[in-house]
């Protein structure tokens, strides 16, 4: 049985990577599937700590934890399956690292699209500990 609208023979990467193309992920995201997205959200998680890169690549990385959440919602059962302790192992690291916040996007954007401290967590947290550059970034933007 399909859901309403998908073609008979797409299968569970071919949803996913559809999704990630929609959401403007790059091809390299894109080729990956979930299992890389989640390695890459992985390594983001570990190395949150002294995170140096300017807010909007923050923003980019936090982009890329919500296009996780969007392709596992398309994604089958076995596939989340696959990747729910390696998924469930990066969110834990990502939190001890961070500290809550403001919504990391603006409130505008944040109320467009929905953006919500319990679902959508990530839009929500900076790191603990940043690094000058996302400091001063985060400074400039009222987030700290």
Known sequence: MTRRGEPENMGSKDLVRSYMKSRGASSHVVDAGLSGAVARWQ??????????????????DM?????????LRVAGAEVQRSIAGQLEQADDTFRNATVATGPVWGSKVAASHS???ARTWWYFRIPRNPGETLKSDLKSSGLI
């Open 43 to 60: 390594s983001i998680a570990n190395s949150v700590d002294g995170y140096d890169f300017t807010l909007d690549e923050w923003l980019n």
């Open 63 to 71: 982009d890329l934890r919500d296009i996780i959440a969007g392709a």
């Open 115 to 117: 953006h919500d401290p």
